[in-house]
């Protein structure tokens, strides 16, 4: 599959995420914290106003999502989740591709919920 193939893919596979009404955001981002698919539901303004903070959490979590170091031990790292006073922040690395999706929610939001439906969205092939 060409790498236009797979941004489309995954831009539709956001998309059906988006749908979720707690959902905030959800984006494909490369190994570097580049937003290569997806983004905001529309008409929704990002909390972070900052184009650079936002870019810089991107890299932070694509490097700490794809780290390996204690995959023999404790199996590999299926998702990262952090809860905020004012959102929830959850990576679901690929680490084949060296991807990984990234989601923001709302604060309400059931974490292991949400980690269910995203996997069923990406593992459906339809």
């Known amino acids: 599959m060409s790498a236009q193939n797979n941004t489309a893919l995954y831009n539709e596979k956001c ?11 959800a984006g494909i981002v490369d190994k570097n914290g580049k937003l290569i698919a997806g983004g905001f539901k529309e008409g929704l303004v990002p909390h972070e106003g900052d184009e650079t903070r936002l870019h ?20 590999p790292i299926n998702y990262l989740a952090a809860r905020r ?42």
């Open 15 to 25: 998309s059906q995420i988006l749908k979720e009404s707690e959902i905030r955001f």
């Open 56 to 75: 810089s959490f991107l890299e932070f979590v694509s490097k700490a999502s794809i780290r390996k170091e204690y995959d023999e031990s404790l199996g």
């Open 85 to 126: 006073d004012k959102a929830v922040l959850v990576s679901f690395p690929f680490p084949i591709t060296q991807i990984l999706l990234l989601i923001s929610a709302e604060p309400s939001a059931n974490i292991e919920n949400l980690a269910k439906k995203v996997v069923k969205i990406f593992t459906n092939v339809n």
